[in-house]
């Protein structure tokens, strides 16, 4: 946890500075950059919850790992509304 906080300002910096570069329309490219603003956009995706939490007492250490498979999905996007349908896939 505490390599996030140190690895936090940087992400930050990088984030700000990203932003600031493409602030004007007059500077996008349009070979690279599209706009998808009126336009349905779909995905296929797969997923999976990697968070767990541990606790450490002077007695007992306890870890709890997410009860979750591994999720094939499909999603769409339209504006900025987004709707995510995963299903467990069973090996």
Same mark, same amino acid.
């Given at each position: 946890? *505490?390599? $996030? $906080? @140190?690895?936090?300002? /940087?992400?930050? &910096? =990088?984030? *700000?500075?990203? /932003? %600031?570069?493409? #602030?004007?329309?007059? %500077?996008?490219? *349009?070979?690279?950059?599209?706009?998808? /603003?009126? @336009?349905?956009?779909?995905? &296929?995706? =797969? #997923?999976? @919850?990697?968070?767990?939490?541990?606790?450490?007492?002077?007695?007992?250490?306890?870890?709890?790992?997410? !009860?979750?498979?591994? !999720?094939?999905? /499909?999603?769409? *996007?339209?504006?900025? +509304?987004? +709707?995510?349908?995963?299903?467990?896939?069973?090996?």
């Amino acid at each position: 946890m *505490t390599s $996030f $906080f @140190k690895l936090l300002p /940087v992400l930050l &910096v =990088m984030g *700000t500075g990203s /932003v %600031e570069a493409h #602030s004007s329309r007059s %500077e996008i490219d *349009t070979s690279y950059i599209s706009s998808y /603003v009126r @336009k349905l956009t779909g995905r &296929v995706y =797969m #997923s999976q @919850k990697y968070s767990r939490l541990r606790m450490n007492n002077s007695r007992m250490r306890l870890t709890y790992k997410p !009860n979750t498979s591994l !999720n094939l999905g /499909v999603g769409a *996007t339209y504006e900025s +509304l987004t +709707l995510n349908l995963p299903t467990a896939l069973i090996f």
